[in-house]
């Protein structure tokens, strides 16, 4: 099967369903925590919970550059199988802790484990896609983180009709029986493979890392892809309040709006930026940049207008505009990597590039904590278009790819 034509398109649609599970026994947790607490009494304490949600960010931040190291050196089916194995393991055995202290320890080992798949994922999917179809395949397989953050959202529903626990154990399962899946029918690259065999080739970490860290290029990715991370962490973890907010109604109401409003937008979004930035590079080579400019400019009108909106058809067509933009963004970022790092330092530098990331994810979600209980919040969530519009000002006028691809 590897030898088909066809086989890296089934390379996309294995990862999608790996993604979706990356996403979705994250989120669980946090959609039955009222359901927790009646069996783990500490976690009627909100400060408490934060910690438990908070420790897998931390961790999963710092791991992600050394997941990338790992993905560039080693092989990424082994790694992916393995680390969709052990957080599957992980959710099946929070279905039977008993206390937070247990909790906390699994929520920690799954930030480790996540924290794997994502760099080898896309550099796999990368490796597979030439430029013709990268982006495409980046954006469908970036659909699947979405269908499972919304799918995560369901946890409680299950919850409700059976228990937390058998709902943790039940989704652990599909993961580890999945993982044994992928071992007959995911196979590392050929080149990759060659590569492995030929030891002596193996580039030194400090080196490759001196490589990319000398590159001004990738700076100004890494800046370009973090600052977007903060609107768009503001977005899955403030918009329900916002919206709650903003148009005065319950958080009944406005949960399932606002999540599924930006899940159906980005849906959208990624297709329609894969499919652009692939056909517009094949005629200039700065045309995956243009696709997530594009994408990325969107956003500005659409943050102002969820901070400021107050009528429900300009909230929801801001949210609308917001995920289609960001999905446009999202599925160029390793494109765009490829046109300036080579394939044997991606994962690390996507790695690094998820761990600013996260860390600018975690920084805005506390700093949107305290406007909302200053009453500012959708102010100060407005004013993140302007540095928004200033990285991409620095976007367009820094990087100029002259090749759809920088080779191995």
């Known amino acids: 099967m590897k030898t088909k034509k066809y086989y890296p398109w089934v390379v996309v649609g294995l990862l999608w369903f ?27 304490s909100a400060a408490v919970f934060g910690n438990l949600m908070a420790v897998f960010l931390w961790i999963y931040g710092f791991m992600s550059p050394v997941a990338g190291i790992v993905a560039d050196k080693f092989n990424r089916k082994s790694l992916i199988v393995g680390s969709l194995f052990v957080w599957s393991a992980v959710t099946f055995a929070m279905g039977y802790a008993v206390n937070y202290e247990q909790l906390y320890v699994m929520r920690a080992l799954m930030g480790v484990s996540e924290a794997i798949y994502i760099p080898a994922g896309l550099s ?49 399962f599909i ?7 992928l ?44 600052v977007p991370s903060l609107p768009g ?53 700065k045309g995956r940049v243009y696709t997530s400019a594009i994408g990325l400019s969107l956003t500005i009108p659409a943050v102002i207008l969820i901070g400021y909106g107050s009528s429900i058809f ?44 996260v860390f600018a994810g975690a920084y805005i979600t506390k700093y949107l904590g305290a406007s909302a209980d200053a009453g500012s919040l959708g102010s100060d969530f407005a004013m993140l278009a302007v540095i928004v519009f200033v990285v991409l000002i620095i976007q367009l006028t820094v990087l100029k790819p002259k090749k759809n691809e920088v080779p191995v």
């Open 18 to 44: 790996v993604a979706l599970l990356n996403y979705m026994d994250r989120q669980i947790l946090s959609t039955m925590r009222p359901a927790i607490a009646m069996d783990i009494r500490d976690l009627e």
């Open 233 to 285: 962490w503001a977005t899955k973890n403030w918009l329900p309040t916002l919206f709650a907010e903003n148009l005065h109604i319950p958080m009944e109401q406005a949960g399932p709006l606002s999540t599924i409003t930006i899940a159906f937008s980005s849906f959208l979004g990624v297709l329609f930026g894969g499919i652009l930035s692939d056909r517009w590079v094949q005629k200039n080579s």
């Open 183 to 226: 071992l007959f029918t995911l196979f590392e690259t050929s080149a990759r493979t060659k590569q492995e065999e030929q030891v002596s080739e193996k580039v030194p970490l400090v080196k490759g890392l001196s490589i990319l860290f000398s590159n001004i290029a990738f700076w100004v990715i890494l800046l370009y892809f973090a």
């Open 314 to 357: 300009a909230i929801v067509a801001a949210g609308l505009m917001f995920g289609f933009g960001f999905g446009m963004f999202d599925a160029n970022n390793m494109p765009i990597l490829c046109q300036f790092v080579a394939a044997k330092y991606r994962a690390t530098a996507y790695g690094i590039m998820n761990m600013v990331g």
């Open 175 to 181: 993961g580890i029986i999945y993982a044994v899946v």
């Open 124 to 172: 796999l999917i990368a490796d597979y896609h030439s430029d013709k179809t990268r982006s495409l395949a980046i954006g469908i397989h970036m659909t699947g983180l979405y269908f499972g953050q919304a799918l995560g959202g369901f946890g409680a529903i299950v919850a409700a009709n059976y228990s937390w626990q058998h709902t943790f154990i039940f989704f652990g």
